[in-house]
């Protein structure tokens, strides 16, 4: 069974950095495309970077410049690294990956940038 696990997230000051990890397990069949979205209060789920498979990583303009995704050499992990943090990138940060057999979401990891 498939299993992605966030972690990395806290509560850190404005201008500051956290690194997210995400960690598969179970095995995931020919992965296509994997990504960390995040959902603020009261808004709806946003995407934040992703990676196609054999193709370059895509950014969310408001976050391009400050936010690195990577993908570990096994293909199980997946990194966002985030720089000069403000409060609005706080929210629940979620991994993505989508296989030939399914897309898988973990139960995300909380951000909270203070002023």
């Known amino acids: 069974q498939v299993q992605l696990v966030e972690s990395g997230g806290g509560l850190v000051q404005a201008g500051g950095s956290l690194r997210l990890v995400c960690a598969a397990s179970g095995g995931i069949f020919r992965i296509s495309f994997m990504g960390w979205y995040r959902q603020a209060p009261g808004k709806q789920r946003e995407l934040v970077a992703g990676?196609?498979?054999?193709?370059?990583?895509d950014y969310a303009d408001s976050v391009k410049g400050r936010f690195t995704i990577s993908g570990g050499n096994a293909k199980n992990t997946l990194y966002l690294q985030m720089n000069s943090l403000t409060p609005e990138d706080t929210a629940v940060y979620y991994c993505?990956?989508?296989?030939?057999?399914?897309?898988?979401w973990g139960q995300g990891t909380q951000v909270t940038v203070s002023s």
């Open positions: 990676i196609i498979s054999g193709d370059r990583p």
């Open positions: 993505r990956f989508n296989g030939a057999l399914g897309t898988y």
